[in-house]
């Protein structure tokens, strides 16, 4: 979740006929641009002189767009997502999705290890990017490792869910444990992937709107720019749009695609009437 904004003119690409934005807010209360949107108009087109053949015969020029998203949404995503543990990833971008962990005794060692192998090889050609952690480390020391890792979902199997037909799931956002039959391992982790992504969703959604603050005095929009982003009317004009930059200290991110208006309220610059709201943020 991300908030959408229509950058305001003095912070629009030069030479565009607007621009639209994506930030996403910090758990610090900034916001990080993590893409943007150029409407370019003819005005480039002119200057390269490229034209294209209307349907009339008319030669026309080109309007063009300049677009892309930052590998800055990778830092938002850890920083968004991530808790005291480590990383806690998305399964759709997770470089390993899921691990699997043998518990090993003794005894049936060389049935557990096969066990887990063949439900490797299940998940994998389902589409599925698994890993074993067949390697020394006790227990406790693996869960610890690819948590810090942030993969999605753990896998544990040991001979009494052998004995079971079961493999235990562990998820990485919740911690929540769950058993799943052996014979629907593939559709009870693709299921697990799915609430895994839900649930990220949701809890980073409404992280965002609690931080979001609809003011209307300067010196409201000064205290919750501390915890958050502010809203606050604007009558559209450039000088109030500066000068309430000035007075608050912080930026006005620019106008939401999706209205926040509550109504007809008054500019605190200027006092004349307005109907639109601006995001105004501390940022990265």
Same mark, same amino acid.
């Given at each position: 979740?991300?908030?959408?904004?229509?950058?305001?003119?003095?912070?629009?690409?030069?030479?565009?006929?607007?621009?639209?934005?994506?930030?996403?807010?910090?758990?610090?209360?900034?916001?990080?641009?993590?893409?943007?949107? /150029? /409407?370019?108009?003819?005005?480039?087109?002119?200057?390269?002189?490229?034209?294209?053949?209307?349907?009339?015969?008319?030669?026309?020029?080109?309007?063009?767009?300049?677009?892309?998203?930052?590998?800055?949404? $990778?830092?938002?995503?850890?920083?968004?997502?991530?808790?005291?543990?480590?990383?806690?990833?998305?399964?759709? $971008?997770?470089?390993?999705?899921?691990?699997? #962990?043998?518990? $090993?005794?003794?005894?049936?060692?060389?049935?557990?290890?096969?066990?887990?192998?063949?439900?490797?090889?299940?998940?994998?050609?389902?589409?599925?990017?698994?890993?074993?952690?067949?390697?020394?480390?006790?227990?406790?020391?693996?869960?610890?490792?690819?948590?810090?890792?942030?993969?999605?979902?753990?896998?544990?199997?040991?001979?009494?869910?052998?004995?079971?037909?079961?493999?235990?799931?562990?998820?990485?956002?919740?911690?929540?444990?769950?058993?799943?039959?052996?014979?629907?391992?593939?559709?009870?982790?693709?299921?697990?992937?799915?609430? $895994? /992504?839900?649930?990220?969703?949701?809890?980073?959604?409404?992280?965002?709107?609690?931080?979001?603050?609809?003011?209307?005095? #300067?010196?409201?929009?000064?205290?919750? #720019?501390?915890?958050?982003?502010?809203?606050?009317?604007?009558?559209?004009?450039?000088?109030?749009?500066?000068?309430?930059?000035?007075?608050?200290?912080?930026?006005?991110?620019?106008?939401?695609?999706?209205?926040?208006?509550?109504?007809?309220?008054?500019?605190?610059?200027?006092?004349?009437?307005?109907?639109?709201?601006?995001?105004?943020?501390?940022?990265?």
């Amino acid at each position: 979740p991300v908030l959408r904004s229509r950058r305001p003119d003095w912070d629009k690409f030069p030479g565009a006929d607007y621009t639209d934005a994506i930030d996403a807010v910090m758990p610090d209360g900034k916001t990080l641009q993590i893409g943007t949107a /150029h /409407h370019l108009g003819d005005n480039f087109a002119k200057t390269f002189d490229i034209k294209y053949e209307a349907p009339d015969g008319e030669q026309r020029y080109a309007h063009q767009t300049c677009y892309g998203i930052s590998e800055r949404c $990778i830092a938002a995503t850890i920083s968004i997502h991530g808790d005291d543990k480590g990383l806690v990833l998305p399964p759709e $971008i997770a470089p390993v999705q899921a691990v699997i #962990i043998p518990i $090993i005794f003794k005894k049936g060692a060389a049935e557990v290890l096969a066990a887990c192998k063949d439900v490797q090889e299940r998940l994998k050609k389902a589409g599925m990017r698994v890993e074993i952690d067949a390697s020394d480390l006790r227990p406790g020391a693996k869960y610890y490792k690819w948590e810090m890792k942030g993969v999605p979902l753990r896998l544990e199997i040991g001979p009494r869910d052998l004995e079971n037909n079961v493999a235990v799931s562990v998820r990485r956002d919740t911690g929540e444990k769950e058993q799943i039959p052996l014979p629907e391992i593939e559709a009870g982790v693709l299921s697990k992937f799915e609430a $895994i /992504h839900e649930s990220l969703y949701e809890k980073a959604k409404t992280g965002l709107e609690n931080r979001i603050f609809d003011c209307t005095e #300067i010196e409201e929009v000064k205290e919750k #720019i501390q915890k958050g982003v502010a809203t606050i009317p604007w009558c559209g004009k450039r000088e109030c749009g500066l000068a309430m930059e000035d007075l608050i200290g912080a930026g006005i991110l620019g106008i939401p695609l999706t209205p926040r208006g509550k109504g007809k309220e008054k500019c605190p610059s200027c006092g004349e009437e307005t109907e639109t709201r601006v995001y105004v943020a501390r940022t990265y």
